[in-house]
């Protein structure tokens, strides 16, 4: 089968009808790379599970039909049903657009747009290159204080009138003995095909603690591709976790960098899979120096004909003496037609270490079902009250407070869809 490939012609327009200004360097760059090499494949060993065809076919349309941004007005109210379901400060992008009408100016927080400052960091990654060449703006944060909400950013996006892409890009900078809470919400709408292409990079100081909650809850017909890249100081902590919810075709990348000594990571996620998903989540830490710790679990439940990747992969560099890195990865199948692709991987290159990886796949336990049954409860409320088990703990692990009772809303909903799925 022939591959769909990039427009870089139609995108090379695209990029040319931008206005001119601080991103306009950048922009060159990034699409100079994406000419020479592309977007990946399932050539490419960290895709071969996950094919981009609907995302490149979703811009290619859009390209040539003159790459033009929908407006955000007509997103107002479903901005304030989300922002309203968690007390923060929020920060939107709205269609690519920056949006700080709902940001109140908080001491110990400074937010500059990338149009009114210097270009955004560089991660020579190929979908970061196609983000940064159609970026519109974005937003560089610096924490250099607590404050008494959470700083949230919401992205959001709808689609109406043919199909539609958009990016977006946020850089965060959390000071030296700094404590900050984040939350991260995508979220998207509309009748017709949207591709969104998200990228976000942490920067954790020394001594400086931060818990952070990214919810995936896009229209269950669009493509989404993330990454998010951390850099971790001396001796800071960082706790993750992470709720995919919807999406057609979502791929998820986490790199993090422990390259101080004493920094440790705790990060979960939860993907909920239906009929006609396909979500992707490839985690990658790198322990350059020791000692630090690294501890990830990810859970996912598949009904119908879905397909779900996960890849978790830690590198313990020479010299990283005294690393402690553990992943591991459980999986529930409700159906004969879901598919889980796992793949925990280790790279050790230092002696004194503490790793290990494990990865688990399976059904209902029977003998549970049949226990609530004989407790009265029929077979589908038996297998409501073990799913919901099986994600409960990470729900009440989410290391955000406040936004708990919303998680747990929208994790309760997307159950209650998952499993009128069919079993087979």
């Not at 695209?14 to 001119?20: F, G, K, S, W």
């Not at 003998?367 to 589908?380: C, E, M, N, V």
């Not at 919901?388 to 989410?398: S, V, W």
């Amino acid at each position: 089968m022939k591959r769909v490939a990039l427009s870089i012609d139609e995108l090379r327009k695209a990029v040319l009808r931008l206005p001119e200004g601080a991103l306009t360097a950048i922009r060159a760059a990034a699409l100079a790379n994406l000419d020479e090499h592309g977007l990946p494949t399932v050539r490419h060993e960290d895709w071969k599970y996950t094919n981009l065809d609907a995302a490149i076919d979703i811009s290619n349309r859009w390209l040539s039909a003159g790459a033009t941004l929908a407006s955000k007005d007509s997103l107002g109210e479903s901005i304030e049903a989300i922002i309203s379901s968690v007390d923060a400060n929020w920060l939107v992008i709205a269609n690519g657009q920056v949006d700080m009408t709902y940001f109140a100016e908080t001491r110990g927080i400074e937010v500059v747009r990338f149009s009114e400052s210097a270009a955004p960091f560089v991660m020579d990654r190929p979908l970061a290159d196609l983000n940064a060449a159609l970026l519109h703006d974005g937003l560089r944060i610096r924490i250099d204080a607590a404050t008494e909400k959470p700083l949230g950013l919401l992205v959001i996006d709808e689609s109406n009138a043919g199909a539609a892409v958009s990016q977006a890009s946020v850089e965060i900078v959390v000071g030296p003995g700094c404590d900050a809470e984040i939350i991260e919400h995508q979220s998207s709408a509309g009748k017709d095909d949207h591709y969104g292409n998200s990228v976000v990079a942490l920067q954790v100081g020394q001594a400086a603690m931060v818990n952070y909650v990214r919810i995936q809850d896009r229209h269950i017909g669009h493509v989404q591709t993330g990454r998010l890249s951390v850099s971790m100081g001396k001796d800071s902590r960082l706790k993750m976790a992470s709720y995919d919810l919807g999406g057609r075709l979502v791929r998820n990348d986490i790199d993090i960098e422990l390259g101080e000594p004493g920094s440790e990571i705790t990060f979960d996620g939860l993907y909920l899979v239906s009929d006609g998903q396909h979500i992707d989540n490839h985690t990658r830490v790198d322990h350059r120096v020791g000692p630090a710790s690294s501890s990830q679990e990810y859970r996912g439940i598949l009904n119908g004909r879905c397909r779900a990747v996960w890849n978790g992969k830690a590198i313990v560099h020479k010299g990283a003496d005294g690393t402690d890195a553990n992943q591991a990865n459980h999986n529930l199948l409700l159906s004969d037609n879901a598919e889980i692709d796992a793949k925990p991987e280790l790279e050790i290159y230092a002696d004194d270490v503490k790793c290990s990886h494990g990865t688990t796949v399976g059904q209902l336990d029977e003998s549970a079902l049949y226990y609530l049954r004989t407790r009265g409860l029929d077979k589908r409320q038996a297998t409501q009250l073990l799913t919901h088990a099986f994600a409960a703990d990470l729900i009440g692990r989410a290391p955000v407070a406040a936004a708990v009772d919303a998680i747990q809303s929208l994790v309760e909903a997307r159950l209650a869809d998952l499993l009128q799925e069919p079993a087979s």
